[in-house]
């Protein structure tokens, strides 16, 4: 129970910041539903992920790290927005970023394109923190 627990704090954190960083993936401001997409994003880490990286994806994730993680979150960000209705992935215009000699060039990302980089987000940061908090 204490470890489902940390899953599902990390899981909400992770999709907080994902949240700010991606400003064209949103909830309402109604903490009910960032609650239930977040418990399913627990669901998900928690549960499918490791049985589609037993079940399909072993060999293919030790040879890829970690393509299973971000197949089924990337999933669940496409689906999600059809069984909730406050929680959109809309398109997203990234103005780009430029300091110490580091330029990031402007992006248009379709919603398609937003459901993926939320999705790569999330399978790196749940893995790395997984991790951290063992």
Excluded: C, E, H
């Amino acid at each position: 129970m204490k470890g489902a627990l940390k899953s599902f704090l990390i899981t909400a954190a992770i999709f907080a910041i994902i949240m700010l960083a991606i400003p064209s993936i949103s909830v309402s401001n109604d903490p009910k539903t960032f609650i239930l997409v977040a418990f399913i994003l627990f669901l998900v880490n928690f549960f499918v992920r490791p049985l589609l990286k037993l079940a399909f994806f072993l060999p293919l994730n030790l040879l890829t790290f970690n393509v299973a993680g971000f197949a089924a979150f990337f999933a669940v960000f496409l689906l999600l927005p059809n069984f909730l209705p406050n929680f959109k992935i809309s398109y997203y215009d990234f103005g780009g970023v430029a300091t110490s000699g580091i330029i990031i060039p402007a992006v248009q990302l379709s919603s398609l394109q937003a459901a993926a980089v939320a999705a790569f987000i999330m399978s790196i940061f749940s893995v790395f923190l997984g991790w951290v908090f063992d």
